[in-house]
């Protein structure tokens, strides 16, 4: 099972996939090549920060099934994250569109311990 994390710097959210400590048969991130990426289970599997989560209230939602991001309910009561993209992204919350039905559910509250890569993106590009 694949974790992932949300953190905030200078008003920009870093969504990344990790590695998966769990199972070391698991896909290194830099051989994924998707148009999205997936958390299963959120409430186990996406820590999302403070900062984060108050510029992923302000994504808003757009009218279609998919979007930028999703965040939904599955019939068997687990919570799923999804976004468009690989497993590392830059997001200015106000410059996207989240699914329709995107809504925030459970996670785990994490520390905003943004990686030294993407500090510098942001600073460089945002």
Known sequence: MQHA???AHRGI???????????DE????NKLRNLATVIH???RHLGVSEEALAL???VKRGLDAIGDFAWFSSDDGKDHFAW??????????TAVAAARSYAILAHRVIPNE???GARK??????
Do not use: M
């Not at 959210?13 to 199972?23: F, G, I, M, S, T």
């Not at 698991?26 to 991130?29: G, L, Q, V």
């Not at 993106?121 to 945002?126: D, G, H, L, V, W």
């Open 5 to 7: 994390r949300i953190t």
């Open 41 to 43: 289970d959120t409430g």
């Open 26 to 29: 698991a896909t290194p991130t």
């Open 114 to 116: 943004v990686p030294e």
């Open 84 to 93: 468009l993209g690989g497993p590392k992204r830059l997001v200015n919350p």
């Open 13 to 23: 959210l870093v969504v990344e996939l990790l590695p998966d400590e769990a199972n």
């Open 56 to 58: 992923l209230k302000l």
């Open 121 to 126: 993106a942001i600073e460089a590009n945002f």
